[in-house]
């Protein structure tokens, strides 16, 4: 690798077929290895990429942890939402709430939620279960195998903690529980991962874990992953037992409040949720009981550098209702957020900056802390967008909001 490699050069025996893309790396810094690859892209695809060429990140850094075949960047607009105020566990603040976002007429929305929820005197968050899961695949010959198995794994799970827990500093195992489904054997292995997401870590540990298992049963692993985990997919199981951090929010509402600043009632906003987001939800199967909780989730997760695919889990969230004599009783049960505030894309210099804004980058204190407060507000922010799509939808406001907005 060469500091003063030719971009074009290199473009060239790329498209001679003597190079391919991601053996650019070995020839010259990433800067320049991302420069050939736009100048082969141009040459392929008659596109421009003079945008794409411009960011702000280190390309070495970004290369080495994000991403490969680097190119470029992609911007997003960044919006801000709030002041949220928020009392929790760990989030105990008035928030400005970074959304990165392409759908027009979402960050107005959020906003309008923050400003009901501040009004009232805040939201109350708490997240109440941490677990990363990794969840390993074994093969066995039958169910008296698998159950002889199952059995080893209770006698033996601080074998296991030992094993697991000798990857990592920060992680803690948790929990394993023990599938057998006919010849097969699946453990979900539940970390506490601090700070972290925590699925890199999961992963490591459960390798270490399944090293014993193998040793010492009849069980051989057929894949470290057996989508019992389950990860960036829509899963019952994530609902019920949890991924990640599950964290609720609720929120009292004068009706004074809600009349001026949602321009609605709570009877006729309580009237929705029961319609659309239960009754609705559960005609169609839908594993999350919600307005839009995903938007927000998104929203934040592309601002602060989360895994986007993981979404999916964040998507489970049930919104509950209820029309009180004087006010709106309103709450979001998000089951399955994966957040963190150190590692992955939260080290990239804009989500680092929108961490900042939160108050919540890298390693709280105690550890955990961080990823926490970000999970509460996240799910402060959630309600806030649901009650104001709630109340559009009660008052019949929603397309008139996003004609309004030229969207």
């Known amino acids: 690798m060469t500091d003063d490699a030719d971009p074009d050069a290199l473009a060239e025996q790329v498209l001679e077929g003597d190079l391919r893309l991601h053996e ?3 020839h010259a810094d990433a800067a320049t290895a991302a420069t050939a690859r736009r100048r082969v892209l141009e040459r392929e695809t008659g596109a421009a990429l003079d945008v794409t060429a411009d960011y702000a990140f280190d390309p070495e850094l970004a290369s080495d942890a994000n991403v490969e075949n680097l190119v470029g960047g992609t911007q997003l607009p960044l919006g801000i939402a709030g002041p949220l105020a928020v009392s929790g566990d760990a989030a105990s603040d008035d928030y400005r709430l970074p959304l990165a976002t392409t759908e027009g007429a979402l960050v107005a929305s959020i906003n309008r939620g923050c400003s009901t929820i501040t009004a009232a005197g805040g939201a109350n968050a708490r ?7 990794r969840a390993p695949v074994f093969r066995v010959t039958d169910v008296t195998e698998g159950a002889e198995v199952a059995r080893w794994v209770d006698d033996n799970v601080e074998e296991l903690r030992e094993a697991a827990e000798a990857t990592t500093s920060h992680g803690t195992l948790e929990d394993v529980t023990h599938y057998v489904v006919g010849d097969n054997v699946y453990l979900r292995f539940a970390y506490d991962t601090a700070d972290a997401m925590g699925m890199n870590m999961a992963t490591i540990a459960t390798r270490a874990a399944c090293e014993i298992v193998e040793a010492e049963t009849p069980a051989s692993l057929v894949a470290l992953s057996g989508n ?5 997919k829509p899963a019952a199981i994530n609902a019920v037992e949890g991924r990640g951090r599950t964290v609720t929010a609720d929120v009292h509402i004068p009706r004074d409040i809600v009349e001026e600043r949602l321009k609605t009632t709570p009877e006729a906003i309580a009237e929705v949720n029961t319609r659309k987001n239960l009754v609705g939800s559960a005609k169609a199967g839908s594993l999350g009981f919600n307005a839009h909780a995903a938007n927000v989730v998104a929203a934040v997760f592309l601002a602060t550098g989360q895994d986007a695919a993981q979404v999916v889990e964040g998507a489970n969230c049930i919104t509950t209702v209820e029309a009180r004599e004087s006010e709106l009783y309103a ?4 089951a399955s957020l994966e957040v963190g505030t150190v ?3 939260t080290k990239l210099p804009t989500q680092a900056e929108a961490l ?3 108050g919540v980058r890298g390693g709280g204190d105690p550890a955990g802390s961080n990823a926490d407060e970000l999970a509460e507000v996240i799910a402060a922010g959630a309600l806030a967008g649901e009650l104001s799509l709630l109340a559009a939808l009660a008052s019949r406001h929603l397309s008139s909001a996003h004609e309004e907005l030229g969207r």
């Open 331 to 334: 709450s979001v049960n998000l």
């Open 24 to 26: 650019l790396d070995d």
């Open 127 to 133: 997240v109440t279960k941490r677990g990363m899961t």
């Open 356 to 358: 900042d804004i939160l």
């Open 343 to 345: 590692g992955g894309g």
């Open 228 to 232: 019992l985990c389950a990860d960036k």
